[in-house]
């Protein structure tokens, strides 16, 4: 090889891997950031018609969402603060009050209201709920089942 | 004895350039290649790339530490030798000056 084109070969071959270095590096960090991050940031969960009286208990959540994530699975139970009863609170009759994209991929503020129907063997009380809820998160080639779960929001039934 | 470890100390230089210039764009096509058609999981090609890049940063720390070692040595040894020739070559002229004045 000439040491003219052997130059030229090595210079190239040069910035080619420190290219492929920096690609490599900031995959990596963005994949650690993804694979971290919350699918709701500075988020809460909380009931907005306590004490509930009617038949539906009204939910808001407010934080803000960086990366796309799809809502796949979701649970949410009461337990009564004093015996530690079970109810389990039915998402499949959800309706949305507020935002149609708690189950959308929208990042950002978020701000969504939903209720769901009281059980209908719950009786007057105060109550924990918690939320399990499952997404699909995907970022640049990135994809990744996260869980998120909120406790001890408070429920007062009348 | 020096010189066979210098040619190797050249030799190591050299394969550490070539690695450096060839795995990282081998590897991020490759990882590229597998995880596009799904053939690896991309957390395993994580795991692995950052497995690499460990296994190469302590190897090289600890083959620099050596080298530098390694040439430091030569280079106090070189300064010593010189240091002496320069006695010597003092001396040597302090001596023909002697004789010099004899005459």
Redesign the interface.
């Given at each position: 090889m000439k040491d003219k084109t052997y130059r030229l070969v090595?210079a190239a071959?040069?910035i080619?891997?420190g290219l492929?270095?920096t690609?490599?590096i900031v995959l990596?960090v963005s994949?650690i950031g993804f694979n971290n991050a919350f699918v709701f940031n500075n988020s809460g969960i909380a009931v907005t018609n306590n004490p509930v009286t009617g038949g539906q208990i009204n939910f808001i959540l407010e934080g803000s969402r960086r990366h796309e994530c799809i809502l796949t699975k979701v649970h949410s139970d009461a337990f009564d603060d004093a015996t530690g009863e079970r109810f389990a609170l039915d998402f499949a009759r959800k309706v949305y009050i507020r935002s149609d994209d708690y189950l959308g991929s929208d990042t950002g503020e978020v701000d969504h209201q939903w209720g769901v129907p009281t059980p209908d063997n719950m009786y007057p009380g105060l109550y924990r709920v918690t939320l399990y809820s499952e997404f699909e998160c995907v970022y640049l080639?990135?994809?990744k089942t996260k869980i998120q779960t909120f406790d001890n929001i408070s429920l007062i039934v009348k | 004895m020096d010189k066979v470890k210098n040619q190797k100390i050249q030799k190591q230089v050299e394969r550490w350039d070539l690695f450096?210039?060839?795995?990282?764009?081998l590897?991020?096509a490759t990882s590229l290649i597998l995880?596009v058609f799904d053939v690896v999981p991309?957390e395993y090609a994580?795991y692995i790339?950052?497995t690499g890049f460990t296994i190469t940063a302590v190897s090289w720390w600890w083959w620099a530490i050596f080298t530098i070692r390694y040439l430091i040595s030569i280079l106090s040894r070189a300064s010593t030798n010189l240091i002496d020739v320069n006695n010597e070559i003092k001396i040597v002229k302090k001596e023909l000056e002697d004789l010099k004045d004899e005459r």
């Open positions: 090595k071959t040069n080619i891997s492929s270095m690609t490599l990596g994949y080639l990135f994809k | 450096a210039r060839l795995t990282p764009t590897f991020l995880v991309l994580f790339g950052l």
